[in-house]
Structure formats: structure tokens, C-alpha cells
């Protein structure tokens, strides 16, 4: 990717759930691209070493430890970032929890704590740092849905539900910041190897007696049209594309990074 001008002020950057996975490495290549970023996540532990990484590339940093789930914490983190950099112009919402189990074995604890991340605390996080951009005229906000948001997962329903809420959130954001000159889009990636990720697919093969977890793993694979589960590095290559990159034109637009998972 392109360096950016030297002569422009550093964009000032909040990626969530950023200890490791998707969020850390869309911090370090916006980092690479001469942002100062701000990562924030409940694993302090893991967001040291994102801000270890950082700092290799020459970028500021700052570190954000947080219970996204408390009253006040996303606009506290929002809050965070203007006082130590006078503004934010990008926001990446990558902070998310899932657990599976099967519908009719539902329990308020999983729903309850999938909503109040997924859902509740991503839109106050737009909320915060749109009203700091409505005052720039200026900046992004990039939610990441799932697939899944347009599938029936019984076993996953907590979690689908709640990125079709992000679905949700990303429009209604789109329209209400779009006169001042804000742009809100999401991407939907496909399979990654994560740990969350990980993790998932082990308790969906025990939910579905599947005792050969690699079995089970390929044949998920082979669900993917292009044949292959993505790499972190490319899907955070296209969340840092609509951070920096696409044209300011687009807003409300969903990006499917499934490799054809999410094809209709």
C-alpha cells in the first residue's frame, strides 16, 4: 500500500478488540500507513503485545484496557483518544463475543452478553466517536459483521442476531452522519483462523457430536467457493481499505470478504 504524505497530519485511529486476531493486525498495518492508533480490549496482556508491535513500526500508540460492556466505557475510549490526539477520524469496531448452543438450550447469560458487545456497546462506540466527527466534517467508522448475520444457525443464534444488528447500526449511522461528511460501512469476513474462531468450531463440532474435529473443519472449508479459509493479514487489508482508501462516495455499503461464503 501506498506510504502516506508526510506533509499531512498522522489519522488518529480506535481499533476495538484489538489484543490479537483481526483487530491487532488492522492496527499494525494502520500503524504502517502512518496512523497513531489506539487499541482497545478487555486482555490487557494481549494488548501490550499489539502495542509492542506498534511501536516496530515507529507509530504512537495507546493502550485501552476496557470492559466494553460497562455503562460509559466506549465513550470513555473515545474520549481517550481526543484527549491524547485532539480528534479521532477512524473508528474500527472489531470487538465481538460468541457462544455456541443450541436454540432451545438458549440461556439469558450468553444473549445478554452478546448483545450488551455486540450490538449495545459497537453503537455507543459510533455514537462517541461520531459526534466527534460530525464537529471535524470528517472521518470513518468501520463495523465487522459476519455472514452468518443472513444465515439460520440455530446453534449460533445468539451471535448471528447480533451482527444483523451491526447491519443494522452501520445504515442507520451511515444516514444520520452522512451530511456532516462521515462515512459508516462494514465488512463481513469470511472463516479466519482466530481464536475465537477456533474456539468456536470446536464447541460447534462437540454441539454437533462430531468427534473428528478436522473432518469437521474441512468440510466447513469446502463450504467456502473459493476453496480456503482467509488470512487475517488480507481481510485486515480490506478494513484498512475502507479506513484510508475507498472513495468517499461510498457509506451504508456492506463488503462481503467471505471468499463467496455470503454470495446472495
Keep these: ?100 448452543e443450541p436454540f432451545l438450550d438458549a440461556t439469558f447469560r450468553a444473549w445478554t452478553r452478546t448483545l450488551a458487545l455486540n450490538v449495545t456497546a459497537l453503537a455507543m462506540a459510533c455514537k462517541a466517536a461520531g459526534r466527534v466527527m460530525r464537529e471535524q466534517r470528517s472521518g470513518r467508522i468501520i463495523n465487522i459483521t459476519s455472514p452468518g448475520s443472513r444465515m439460520a444457525l440455530p446453534d449460533y443464534t445468539a451471535y448471528t442476531a447480533s451482527k444483523a444488528g451491526v447491519d443494522s447500526i452501520t445504515r442507520a449511522a451511515a444516514v444520520a452522519l452522512a451530511p456532516y461528511g462521515v462515512l459508516v460501512n462494514s465488512l463481513a469476513p469470511g472463516m479466519m483462523d482466530t481464536e475465537m474462531q477456533r474456539s468456536t468450531e470446536v464447541d460447534l463440532a462437540r454441539a454437533n457430536g462430531r468427534d473428528d474435529l478436522q473432518a469437521f473443519l474441512d468440510e466447513r472449508t469446502r463450504r467456502i467457493p473459493l476453496g480456503r479459509r482467509a488470512e487475517i493479514a488480507e481481510v485486515a487489508e480490506a478494513v484498512v481499505w475502507l479506513c484510508l482508501d475507498a472513495p468517499k462516495y461510498m457509506t451504508a455499503e456492506r463488503l462481503n470478504m467471505s471468499g463467496g461464503l455470503d454470495k446472495d
Design 1 to 100: 500500500m501506498p506510504a502516506e504524505n508526510q506533509n499531512t497530519p498522522p489519522r488518529r485511529a480506535l481499533v476495538t478488540g484489538a489484543a490479537g486476531g483481526l483487530g491487532r493486525e488492522v492496527a499494525i498495518q494502520l500503524a504502517r500507513r502512518g496512523c497513531v492508533v489506539a487499541v482497545a480490549d478487555i486482555n490487557g496482556e494481549g494488548l501490550a503485545e499489539t502495542i509492542r508491535q506498534i511501536g516496530e513500526t515507529g507509530a504512537e500508540g495507546e493502550s485501552i484496557v476496557s470492559d466494553f460492556t460497562g455503562e460509559g466505557a466506549p465513550e470513555a475510549a473515545v474520549d481517550k483518544v481526543v484527549a491524547r490526539w485532539g480528534g479521532i477520524d477512524i473508528l474500527v469496531n472489531n470487538a465481538g463475543y460468541g457462544v455456541i
